[in-house]
């Protein structure tokens, strides 16, 4: 890498992020409102309106108090998706929210969620090491961002999952370059956001790091201390039997990639008439123990797997098979979950070589259906191919990832002498 190149791959960044903010300045952000409207409630003394998502209809709002909310605007039936993330982020944002319109708050976080996306793909370079310059890896990486759903379904919600993409990349990349306790920080950090990242703590501790999954989990513990602390018991209860009652059961649709979720394409009429009446749908139980049984199974190959090659290979392959597998097992597992895979799909030709270029064309064209042209299809009709197509993609890329064959990267002296100083930097903060 040349001081040039990392000018120009920082530049693209910039420019990738400024268009981002001026396609999305004033858009509706379905996700985002939900953290507006929830933090307003919480201002106003209504605790009791924060937490609204019900089985039967989401990710739809069937609360009168919201639904009155977006009546008569443009982005109306839909102008926000439930607020289901800890009640402390409500409380953070309620100074914000309370302060500025809906579209104010929006745009404000745009210059947060954007940028923050931006500079994932110079995480992943740092990360990851690719045998070709941070430009060419950052233009590679903005074309994909650009043209999958699993890029621009996160940037047309200005979703809080791009922030946390970011936090959970550069947390290993820290963890990497030395920085054990500020890795174990930011990792914690995006636990405390959407809790599943807590588990890819599991990579540090197959590695023998027992300070970075520390800090994390004192991290995370101290956000939801603060979040009883602020809130309450009540509406830390509610939050938690929300997300319990979510994950109770299936939802199939265009931009849920998980696994078990599919499997409710098999008899979607079947499945809706059982949510509607308030049954339990048969298969679902069949369909969610797949899924806790891929997450142990996935587990244990990456375990198995860990020893047969180097710490680049690992984080090459491996990593990303664990940030894909964290995002598989449930029943969401919403396509901006799996940005970090998409990326690492780039490294397949480095550690397959020859057939790798064809794994990883097949995989992404899997993915490359963008937001902005799947807008114009009639999605009632292609929900169920586009669900089944995220979850072959999602699955093909865990597994792609995690069963690569190692191979011994190619390095530049001027990489070795990193991974030396990187070396000694732990060895320092051990």
Same mark, same amino acid.
Not at 63 to 69: D, G, I
Not at 299 to 316: M, Y
Not at 364 to 368: C, D, I, N, V
């Given at each position: 890498m040349t001081r040039r190149d990392l000018i120009l791959a920082v530049m693209l960044?910039?420019?990738f992020a400024t268009a981002l903010i001026v396609w999305q300045w004033d858009n509706t952000h379905r996700d985002l409102n939900a953290v507006y409207i929830a933090a307003n409630f919480l201002a106003q003394g209504r605790p009791d309106l924060v937490y609204v998502a019900t089985v039967d209809v989401f990710p739809d709002?069937?609360?009168?108090?919201?639904?009155?909310?977006?009546?008569?605007?443009?982005?109306?039936?839909?102008?926000?998706?439930?607020?289901?993330?800890?009640?402390?982020?409500?409380?953070l944002a309620s100074p914000l929210a309370t302060a500025t319109t809906e579209q104010g708050f929006s745009n404000a976080l745009l210059f947060i969620n954007m940028p923050m996306l931006a500079l994932v793909p110079l995480l992943a370079w740092r990360l990851w090491r690719p045998e070709m310059g941070a430009a060419k890896w950052t233009f590679r990486s903005i074309f994909l961002l650009f043209f999958t759903t699993v890029g621009t379904i996160g940037i047309a919600n200005n979703q809080p999952q791009l922030a946390v993409t970011f936090l959970m990349l550069a947390a290993f990349e820290r963890e990497v370059a030395g920085f054990r306790r500020l890795g174990g920080v930011l990792l914690g950090l995006a636990?405390?956001?959407?809790?599943?990242?807590?588990?890819?703590?599991?990579?540090?501790l197959r590695g023998g790091n027992r300070t970075s999954p520390a800090f994390a989990a004192g991290t995370a513990a101290g956000f939801a201390v603060l979040s009883f602390a602020v809130a309450g018991v009540d509406l830390n209860l509610a939050f938690l039997e929300t997300a319990a009652g979510l994950s109770s059961t299936l939802h199939p649709g265009s931009w849920n990639y998980s696994l078990p979720s599919a499997f409710g394409w098999?008899?979607?009429?079947?499945?809706?008439?059982?949510?509607?009446?308030?049954?339990?749908?048969g298969p679902a139980v069949l369909a969610?123990?797949?899924?806790?049984?891929? #997450?142990?199974?996935?587990?244990?190959?990456?375990? *198995?797997?860990?020893?047969?090659?180097?710490? +680049?290979? @690992?984080?090459?392959? %491996?990593?990303?098979?664990?940030?894909?597998?964290?995002?598989?097992?449930?029943?969401?597992?919403?396509?901006?979950?799996?940005?970090v895979p998409l990326l690492a799909l780039q490294t397949l030709p480095l550690v397959y070589g020859p057939r790798g270029q064809a794994m990883m064309l097949g995989l992404?064209?899997?993915?490359?259906w963008p937001l902005h042209v799947l807008a114009r299809l009639d999605l009632n009709e292609d929900a169920d191919k586009l669900g089944i197509m995220g979850a072959v993609f999602a699955v093909g890329t865990a597994v792609? #990832?995690?069963?690569?064959?190692?191979?011994?990267? *190619?390095?530049?002296?001027?990489?070795?002498? +990193?991974? @030396?100083?990187?070396? %000694?930097s732990r060895a320092a903060a051990s």
């Open positions: 960044a910039l420019a709002i069937a609360s009168p108090e919201w639904q009155a909310l977006q009546e008569g605007r443009a982005c109306a039936p839909i102008c926000a998706y439930p607020f289901v993330y800890p009640p402390v982020w409500a409380w636990a405390a956001l959407k809790i599943y990242p807590i588990l890819l703590a599991l990579f540090w098999l008899d979607i009429d079947a499945l809706r008439a059982a949510r509607a009446a308030g049954e339990a749908w969610k123990g797949l899924g806790f049984a891929v #997450l142990l199974g996935g587990l244990w190959l990456i375990h *198995a797997r860990r020893s047969l090659g180097d710490d +680049l290979w @690992r984080r090459r392959t %491996l990593l990303p098979a664990l940030f894909a597998l964290a995002c598989l097992f449930g029943p969401i597992g919403w396509a901006h979950y799996f940005i992404m064209l899997l993915a490359f792609a #990832l995690a069963l690569a064959p190692y191979r011994r990267a *190619a390095t530049s002296t001027s990489y070795r002498r +990193l991974i @030396r100083s990187s070396e %000694l």
